[in-house]
């Protein structure tokens, strides 16, 4: 099964800073890589996600790098508002199961007004 | 477009109790998976249905169990009732299709309190 690590688990940025968060994955065969993201009391949303036919994604403000060699992916936040403070999820699904997700810890980020 | 909705949003149950949870999916999806979210941790996957079956389950025991109807709206069952069984219980629905894109569409969830 899947087994996906997440780092840090808290992270506290000034508005205007850059963030990242890394998880690493054990599941060689893993394709694909979500990252959802959790507001205070409210619904997990997914934010970006990226295969590994590509290396790196981007929409607007985040970006998430994949290395499919050393097996791990990074969210990257630019320009932190805060309004992006939130718990951010990342997660490995097995193939052919992209929906059957089991998510670590998370990281909680706090951009600072 | 109707997104996933849950009930009821909030509930107290004694040990011992059982409790059904519902969710009806997104309009057009066909596939319902239910996650237990306990307080600071991610959500935990318990099991996903797909054309009214059972298709993939977490680490959790047979007491959690369920249903999905030929709408594609499904309930969570759990019997015997623990008080590590406190947590909220979030739906998500996706559409299972050749070109799977995986997201999930989270409901906002069942907050169950067991005392």
């Known amino acids: 099964g899947e087994n996906v690590e997440q780092h840090p688990s808290t992270l506290s940025v000034q508005e205007g800073d850059s963030a990242v968060i890394k998880c690493t994955y054990s599941?060689?065969?893993?394709?694909?890589f979500p990252w959802y993201k959790q507001e205070l009391g409210k619904r997990p949303q997914l934010i970006i996600d990226?295969?590994?036919?590509?290396g790196e994604k981007k929409d607007q403000r985040i970006a998430v790098t994949l290395n499919k060699t050393a097996k791990h992916f990074s969210l990257h936040i630019t320009e932190t508002q805060p309004e992006d403070s939130a718990v951010y999820f990342c997660?490995?699904?097995?193939?052919?199961?992209?929906?059957?997700?089991?998510f670590g810890i998370g990281t909680k980020l706090q951009v600072i007004p | 477009e109707t997104g996933v909705t849950q009930s009821p949003t909030h509930l107290i149950k004694t040990r011992g109790q059982q409790v059904t949870l519902r969710c009806s999916s997104q309009?057009?999806?066909?596939?319902v998976s239910w996650y237990q979210q306990a307080l600071g941790q991610g959500p935990q996957f318990i099991f996903q249905?797909?054309?009214?079956?059972?298709?993939g389950r977490g680490n959790f025991p047979p007491r959690f169990s369920g249903l999905q109807f030929p709408n594609y709206s499904s309930e969570l069952n759990v019997n015997a009732l623990e008080l590590d069984d406190s947590a909220l219980y979030l739906c998500?629905?996706?559409?299972?299709?050749?070109?799977?894109?995986?997201?999930?569409?989270f409901g906002e969830g069942s907050r169950l309190t067991v005392l």
């Open positions: 309009s057009g999806h066909n596939t």
């Open positions: 249905y797909y054309r009214e079956e059972e298709n």
């Open positions: 990226i295969r590994s036919n590509v």
């Open positions: 997660a490995a699904p097995p193939p052919g199961g992209y929906q059957k997700v089991t």
């Open positions: 599941d060689s065969a893993s394709n694909y």
């Open positions: 998500a629905s996706s559409l299972v299709a050749e070109r799977n894109t995986g997201e999930l569409f």
